[in-house]
């Protein structure tokens, strides 16, 4: 059961732009950081977004991260055909389950 | 090239056990935390456990808390999770993943996943 709540899917045209909200608590997302992951149908995840807002080496700037209290917002412009996937935010919960916790994932379609 | 690859998914009876071992290579495996993630057919990422770097410290769902085991040998860049009493709902793509973690001077912990393996197949089924 995922703590990390994700709207199920979002869609816009090519070229446009789209954002995946990610809510959480304070055991989580109020006092950590928030990395965002894509899935592209058939593959493992792939690290999109770490530390709220930083992109790892080859990600283009189109994709984009934000955290305001406790939920976090990945944000994609200039959809692309190739963005069609699904989208999970992750961080760390430090309740007395402590552990890893992602979102309940988001599939972007492209119109 | 930093890699991981997964092996030992399979089909198993209920109740049954299955090892599953994760072979690291390109980068100093003894260095990092590790994971394990599943996905459920059609169902979204969860989380399943982590070790620390020399294994002294593991954190575990709740929902395997007991049943599975998560260790590491690093002389041979290997991960592993020792599943027993496996479940129906146990059935799902097991992924290996390379950790970051840790405070920051705030005291805020960053925690993501940069490097996974493909995964591994687990069926639970009679």
Redesign the interface.
């Known amino acids: 059961q995922?703590v990390l709540t994700q709207p199920p899917s979002v869609s816009a045209a090519p070229g446009q732009k789209v954002t995946i909200s990610c809510s959480g608590s304070s055991s989580n997302i109020g006092?950590?950081?928030v990395?965002w992951?894509q899935?592209l149908p058939g593959?493992?995840?792939?690290?999109l977004i770490?530390?709220n807002n930083k992109r790892?080496s080859g990600i283009p700037d189109r994709f984009s991260g934000s955290k305001s209290g406790t939920s976090a917002t990945l944000g994609i412009t200039g959809l692309q055909t190739g963005d069609e996937a699904?989208y999970?935010c992750?961080?760390?919960d430090?309740s007395l389950?402590?552990?890893?916790?992602?979102?309940?994932?988001t599939k972007v379609t492209v119109l | 090239e930093v890699q991981l690859v997964e092996s030992g998914g399979g089909l198993v009876q209920p109740g049954g056990s299955l090892r599953l071992s994760c072979a690291a290579s390109g980068f100093t495996f003894s260095s990092y935390w590790m994971s394990w993630v599943r996905q459920a057919p059609g169902k979204g990422l969860e989380w399943v456990a982590n070790i620390k770097q020399d294994g002294s410290e593991k954190y575990y769902v709740d929902s395997v808390k007991g049943r599975f085991t998560i260790s590491r040998d690093n002389a041979k860049n290997s991960l592993y999770l020792q599943m027993n009493s496996l479940r129906a709902e146990d059935t799902a793509v097991y992924y290996c993943a390379r950790e970051y973690s840790g405070y920051d001077y705030d005291y805020y912990y960053y925690y993501y996943m940069d490097v996974w393996g493909k995964g591994t197949t687990v069926t639970v089924s009679s």
């Open positions: 995922s006092n950590n950081y990395s992951y899935q593959t493992a995840p792939k690290l770490y530390d790892p699904d999970y992750g961080t760390w430090s389950s402590a552990g890893g916790v992602f979102g309940t994932g």
